[in-house]
């Protein structure tokens, strides 16, 4: 009877169900043992393309005992909204607050608080049949609870898996990747099936975290990427009540089968070749060794890093486009004549009814933003919590450090960042975007261009990172609350920078390549198409087909 009932309505509930984190990401997961300086790292590319893109700090907050809040949706998938126009719409649901809360950064998603706990994200393949509607979370105002209320990786991921037992969730399969000092973690929840009710017995969500190993690598992107759950060991693995009993009653596990269960196979019915093409390039960047071994179909849920990462490693993964595989995206006739790795939406199309999808890269040309954090045991929490943030695609974008002890960001990244449907040129977000599209125009000369001022400017923030910090440090030993000002002052001061560099930029590659000219050392040059890609176009045809 259950099942029937719950087979009847997922058609429906499928047809006006809209996930709140469908925007098609990738989150890398850095343990302790695979940073060259011992912090931990989460990544999050933000492939919406529509979404609110500012970052915000959230203060930390103190409430007398039996206040009450109300759980808020923040402004999603909706381009002309900023978040700083408002704090979220209630939806009408309270649940009881805490006294404290902890500060923390904040842009679609929760990025890192106070206590160095850092977040990343990706939509992954939930079933259907495992959609509610009735809950009171979905992944974004989650995020926002574990990183209000979580000091640790752990404290972080049992506050979402509380809340959503209790109060429900009712967004898709999502993936979270967490962090402290210490951890790091991936986080996957789908929901209970769309007859779950408030005050029912059972949970209202499904979700199970495996610490990733030390001296390892975990990445996500679309798909679940936890596998088998050691159900004793909870040192390595937290779960939700149920799971193997909901797989069976589903028919989605036979136990007779002799199988062993798996999360990701038999809970989250994942399969998407493509979606595991990023995380077989995060696994083979990370492990070239092992890059031989890996099954893109069937890969591990981490792997041991052969070198350990800096954070220019880190975020060189998030700017690939599969250059010097297979997959390359800048060869290829699709790539044009300036070998052009980007591929713009639609993804999957059709051509006389026949179905293509343009590969996924980790370097998404409709990314909102892209972050690194940094969690760091050996510094206090004020200096040791930092995220490189980077406006929209990644492989253009430049870094920039912002601590989660700030008490304020620059208004360049949200009162003035602008949205998808207001332009400004004291938007931060805006400079990097409007330079990375003209890119476009000439990619296997611009984005040379663009390297540079990355190298000068990004480059210039790592270089300076350690000096910063001790500064801070000095600073720390006396008069917390100042060094937490320098900080402040330095980071909001780079970022407009930055911001001023990058419309100078523009205004550079405007005079430099107009016309399709290449102007430099006093002349004007002729850039004639590339050998290789003409004997591309003759081979397609010749040149009078085009």
Avoid at 53 to 78: C, H, R, S, W
Avoid at 269 to 293: E, K
Avoid at 387 to 413: F, H, I, K, Q, R
Wanted: aromatic residues 12%; proline residues 5%.
């Amino acid at each position: 009877m259950r099942k029937g009932t719950l087979m009847a309505l997922v058609v429906a509930f499928a047809l006006v169900f809209t996930s709140a984190g469908a925007f098609a990401c990738t989150s890398i997961a850095v343990s302790v043992g695979a940073s060259v300086d011992g912090s931990t790292s989460v990544t999050h590319t933000c492939d919406s393309g529509n979404s609110p893109f500012e970052i915000v700090k959230v203060p930390a907050m103190d409430y007398a005992p039996g206040t009450m809040t109300d759980v808020l949706n923040l402004p999603q998938m909706t381009a002309g909204n900023q978040m700083s126009d408002y704090a979220g719409q209630p939806t009408g649901n309270q649940i009881p607050q805490v006294e404290h809360t902890y500060g923390y950064l904040r842009a679609l998603f929760g990025v890192i608080n106070e206590k160095q706990v850092g977040i990343g994200e990706t939509t992954i393949s939930g079933r259907r049949e495992s959609r509610n509607a009735n809950g009171f979370f979905d992944i974004t105002n989650l995020s926002m609870y574990a990183l209000e209320r979580g000091a640790t990786a752990r404290e972080a991921i049992q506050v979402m898996g509380e809340l959503a037992e209790k109060y429900g969730y009712k967004d898709g399969g999502e993936e979270l990747s967490v962090s402290d000092p210490k951890e790091a973690w991936i986080f996957e929840i789908v929901g209970p099936g769309p007859l779950w009710q408030q005050g029912d017995p059972g949970p209202g969500a499904y979700w199970v975290a495996q610490r990733v190993p030390d001296g390892h690598v975990a990445a996500s992107a679309n798909n679940a990427v936890i596998r088998e759950i050691d159900w004793d060991d909870h040192e390595n693995f937290m779960y939700s009540p149920g799971i193997l009993e909901y797989a069976i009653e589903m028919g989605w596990y036979k136990p007779e089968s002799g199988e062993e269960f798996s999360w990701r196979k038999h809970f989250c019915n994942a399969n998407s070749v493509t979606s595991y093409r990023r995380v077989w390039r995060v696994f083979c960047l990370a492990a070239p060794s092992l890059a031989a071994t890996l099954n893109e179909a069937d890969l591990p849920f981490s792997v041991p890093v052969d070198k350990k990462l800096s954070i220019n490693d880190i975020n060189a993964i998030q700017r690939d486009h599969y250059e010097g595989t297979e997959f390359d995206g800048t060869n290829s006739l699709t790539a044009g004549p300036w070998n052009n790795p980007r591929r713009y939406r639609g993804l999957s199309f059709k051509v006389d009814d026949k179905s293509y999808s343009w590969q996924r890269m980790i370097a998404q040309v409709q990314c909102e933003y892209s972050i690194c954090t940094q969690s760091r045991g050996w510094l206090p929490d004020e200096i040791g919590a930092v995220v490189w943030y980077g406006p929209t695609n990644p492989d253009l974008t430049c870094y920039v450090p912002l601590y989660a002890s700030m008490t304020e960001l620059s208004p360049v990244l949200n009162t003035k960042a602008g949205s998808h449907q207001k332009f400004t040129r004291e938007s931060f977000w805006w400079a990097i975007s409007a330079v990375s599209t003209y890119a476009d125009l000439k990619w296997s000369y611009m984005s040379k261009d663009v390297q540079k001022y990355i190298d000068e400017y990004e480059g210039k923030a790592i270089r300076n990172q350690g000096a910063i910090e001790a500064a801070a440090l000095d600073l720390y030993k006396t008069d917390p609350q100042a060094a937490i000002d320098f900080l402040t002052t330095y980071c909001n001061r780079n970022v407009e920078t930055v911001r001023d560099a990058w419309w100078e930029l523009l205004d550079y590659l405007i005079w430099k390549y107009n016309m399709g000219f290449v102007t430099e050392n006093g002349r004007v040059n002729s850039v004639s198409y590339p050998t290789e890609w003409l004997r591309k176009v003759v081979e397609a045809g010749g040149p009078d087909h085009y």
